[in-house]
C-alpha cells in the first residue's frame, strides 16, 4: 500500500475576503500536496473556512447580514478563489457544516468525560481581533499579540485543565524536535509553556454565534477549540463513517502562518492528548507576506487580492514568486514590480526561453522528433557537464523540497535553466542547423537532445510549483499527461530519442512596461467597489484561468480619478491605447474554429501573430498585403491555443458581418493613430 500524507491549511476567517496572504499558505499546501502525489502517496489536502465566533457576528452585523449569510458569501468567495486557481484541495471544511459541528460536540464530550472540562467563570480580558484571552490588566488594555484594545469579559464558562498538560507538551516538544519548525517557533513555544499553563476557558455564554455545549446550550464551545477540530471532523471524526479519519489521522502536516503557532502547538497537542487521539507529527508556520513593510491585512487596508494577478499573469506567476521570492519561514515583501522581474527574468526569459528555443529548433531541423546524442566524435565535455548538472540538481532539489526550502529549491532549479541556456548560446546550435554535413547534424542533434532532457528533468522538477506551464511544456515535449509522471523515477537519459514533440507555443510571454501599472490600477479601485458584496456563484462555475493569459480579464479599470460622472474618458486614458497601421503578412484559417483566422501582421517594429474573429467575413487571400489597425498593446491572449498578441479594429454590425477600419490614402505600417 503506498504511504499516506496528510496536509492541512490553516481554516481562514470569514471577516474578510481573500487576499494573496491566504492564497500563499494555501498555494504552498498545494504544492507539497502535489509533490507528494508525484511522489506516489496517497495525500489528503485539507482546507476550508472558519465562521464562528464574535469576530464573524460582528463583522456580519456591520455587513447588515445574518451571520450565516455572511458566512455563506465570503466562504463560498474562497472556494471560488481556490478552484480559479486550480489549487487541488481534496476537501473543503466549513465550521458551520453539520459534520462539523456534530464532530466538534463528540471531541467535547471525550474531552469533558476524561476529565478535562469543568465550569468556572471568567473575568479578565479578551481580544475578539485574535479571538484569545489574554493576560493583561484594565478595561481596553492592548492585546500583547495585535496591539488592539481589548475588552472585559465576565462570564460563566467552561474551562479545559490545560495546566495539566505542561510537562506532556515539554516532553512532546523534546521527543520529537521536528514537531514544530522553524527552530524559532519550537524555542518560542517551549518557553511560552514553561513561563506556566493556566487552565483554559473553552466557552462563552454572552453571544451566540457558534456550536453549543452538549447538554447546556447556553454556552458556545471557545471558536478555537471549535476551529481546531476541523483537522478531524472534515475526515468523519464524531460520525459514522470513520474510514478517513482511521486512513489520514494524525495529520503529516498542518501548515500555518506565524501568528496562530500557541493555538496550534499548544492548544491543539493539549486537546487530542485530553481526548487520547494521536497527535499530529509536524506542524510549520511560514512568515507573513509584508505589503508596504506592514502584515498584508484587511484592517491595515494594505491587501493585494489574488485576482488581479490571475487576471494578468496567470497562477502560476503568483506561485512561482511567492515560493521563490519569499524565504519559507521568514517574512517577504509583496510588490507588482518584484513580481514582474521575477515572471520576465525567470519565466519568460528563463524557462520559456529555454522551453521554446529548443523545442523549435527540434521542430525546425529534426521535423519535431527528439533527436539522437551522438556517443563518439560529436560528443563534448560540455555535453556531459550539462548531465553532471541536471543529476545534481535532481537530488539537490529533492532534498531542499523536503525541507520546505521553497526559494533554495527553485534556485537550484533555475541554475540548471541558466546553465543551458548558456549551454545553447555557447554551442550556437542555429548555425550547425543550417549545415548538412554529418558531423554538424551530430553535433546538432546532440545539444538538442541534452537542451530537451534537461528542459524534461526541470520541468518535472517544478511542476508542482507551476503546474499549468509545466503540464503544457510537458505535453510540447510530447511526454503527454504530466500527472502521470512518477517523480521518483526521475533521471537523466529517459527521454527516448525519436519522442513527437506536441505543438510547440509559447508558454509565458514576456509581461511588458503596463503589467505594473495595469495591476496597481486594478487595487487602486476605489474602496467601495472592493468591499462591494461578492456575487454568489458557484465553486465548480469558476473557470481556472489560462496562464499568462488574459481571455478572462475585465478590460483594464478605469480608475475614479480619470473617469468623469457622464463615464466619459480623459484623453489620457485614450492615449494609453496604443492604435497602430499594421500590414498582414500572412492569413489561414484556425483549424476547427469557423469564425477564426491566424494572422500575421507588420506594425514597422515587429511581426505579430493576431487571431481574429474575421473569418466569415474575409477569405484569407483578400487579407494578405491589406493595411489595418491594430490595438497594439492589448495584452496577449489565447485563442484556441492560439497567442492573439493584438486586436484588429473593425466596425462591430448589429446582426451583420465585421469591416475592417481601412484608409482612404496610402498610409505607413507602423503609424501610430491618435
Ligand atoms: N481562523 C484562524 C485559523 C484557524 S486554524 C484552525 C485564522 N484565520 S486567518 O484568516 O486570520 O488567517 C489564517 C492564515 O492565513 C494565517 O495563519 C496564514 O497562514 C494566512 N495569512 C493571512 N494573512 C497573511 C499574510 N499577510 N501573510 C502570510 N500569511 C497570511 O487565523
New binding site residues.
Partial sequence: MSEKFYITT????VNARPHI??A??TIACDTIARCHRMLGHDTFFLTGT?EHGQKIERAAQAANKTPQQFADEVSNQFRVLWDRMGLTYDDFIRTTSERHKRGVQALWRVIRDNGYIYKGSYSGQYCVYDELYVDVVGPGAPCPECGRPTETVQEENYFFKLSAFEDKLLKLYTEQPDFIRPETRRNEVISFVRSGLRDLSVSRSTFKWGIPVPDDPKHVIYVWLD??S?YITALGYGSGDKAKYEKYWPADLHM??K??VRFHCVYWPAFLMAAGLPLPEAIVAHG??LFEEN???KSRGNIVRAETILDVLGADALRYFLLREVVFGQDGSFSFDALVQRYNSDLANGLGNLASRTLTMISRYFRGEVPYPSHSAARQPADDEIAEVARKTISEFGSLFAQYQFSRALESAWSLVAAVNKYIVETEPWTLGEQQDEMSRSRLGTILYTSAEALRIVTALVHPVIPDSTARIWAQLGLGDIKKFQLTTLKWGQLQLGTKLGNVEPVFPRADKITIERMQKMEDQPKAALAEEPKQEHATQAQPAAPGTQSAAPPPPVTAASTSVDGKISIDDFAKIELRVGQVKLAEKVKGADKLLRLEIDIGTEVRQVVAGIAEAYTPETLVGRKVVIVANLAPRKLRGLESNGMIVAASLEGGKPVLCSFLEDVPVGARLK
Fill in positions: 490553516p481554516i481562514y476567517y496572504g491566504h500563499y499558505t472558519d476551529a481546531l476541523n500555518i502562518g501568528e496562530i507573513w507576506l502584515k498584508m491585512s
